[in-house]
Every structure is written in C-alpha cells, then in structure tokens.
C-alpha cells in the first residue's frame, strides 16, 4: 500500500509536474491512491501525498449516510480550475496534516477542466463540498496545504500543537 507523507514533509511543497503518459504505471498508481484513500477516510488525495509530484488527485465525495462508492469516484488528471465565484467557509482536514480540522474560506463554485487516466478531456461544475473538495487537492498539486490559509493567530497555534504532539 502507498503511504501518506505528513506535515512538514518538504515534498508537500513542491509543485507537481503536468502528467503527458496515460499508461498501465499511471492507472496502477491511481488504483493505489484510491485504496488509501478509503483506508484512510479520505475524500480525496493528490498524487504528491504518496511521494508522487505529478498534477493527479481523487475526489470521492461521500453519500448522505457517509458511504463512498467507487461509481462516484472522480479521476482528475492535468486539472485547472477556469471559473470560481461565490464563498463557503468549510471545515477541512487533511491525510497529510493528521487530526487536525479547521474552517477554511473557498470559493463555493467552480469549473475545472481535467483529463481522465486515459487522457480523455472532461469538464465539471463543481459546487459546496464538491467544489472544496476541488480547490484543496489543486492546491496540493501546486505545493499549498490548507494551514497555509489559516490567519497568523490560528496557524500559530496549530505549530504550537504539532511541536507538542511531537515531543516525547
């Protein structure tokens, strides 16, 4: 199983690189991403938590009763965002910033046009927790994490709160 890097892995900085081969490695790595994922609770992962700097994530935005199905699942290849409005203030979490969650401001809807693991180009409407869901893993692909938007304030004590949690 592929493993998650954590905060303040210097990885997670670094801008991921556009991806221009659809192949078997791409699809075996996509299917790897998905199953840590689930296993993890995630609704969605970049290619750069597993150690991967190429512009790929997920999004598997759970159901009313907090199910994902694999039918849902969305594969997002090359994904740019081309058209953001609106605002939502949104609890977020992160597999790469472990057990911590606090209310980020987003855009509340956006158009992303993305390809597919066989390189085929889509387009989507994103809105609310889709849309969210959208901007935080980008953000990933452009070496951002969602503490990077906290205020000075909050994100003091989110470092005060990491230095605790790692002293022994």
Do not use: W
């Amino acid at each position: 199983m592929l493993e998650v890097i954590t905060y303040p892995n210097p990885l997670l900085r670094q801008i991921s690189k556009p991806v221009e081969v659809f192949d078997e490695e791409l699809h075996t790595l996509l299917d790897g991403m998905y199953e840590v994922m689930l296993v993890k609770n995630g609704v969605g992962i970049s290619a750069i938590q597993v150690a991967k700097p190429i512009r790929a994530l997920l999004i598997c935005i759970p159901d009313e009763e907090g199910n994902q199905h694999k039918e849902d699942l969305l594969e997002v290849i090359n994904p740019e965002i081309i058209e953001k409005d609106g605002e939502i203030i949104f609890s977020e979490g992160c597999l790469s910033v472990p057990e911590f969650y606090e209310d980020i401001k987003r855009y509340s809807r956006v158009k992303v046009v993305y390809q597919d693991r066989f390189g085929k180009k889509h387009e989507i409407t994103a809105q609310d927790y889709l849309a969210v869901a959208f901007q935080h893993e980008i953000d990933h692909l452009n070496g951002v994490l969602f503490v990077d938007k906290l205020s000075i304030v909050k994100r003091k004590k989110f470092e005060k709160g990491l230095k605790q949690k790692h002293k022994f």
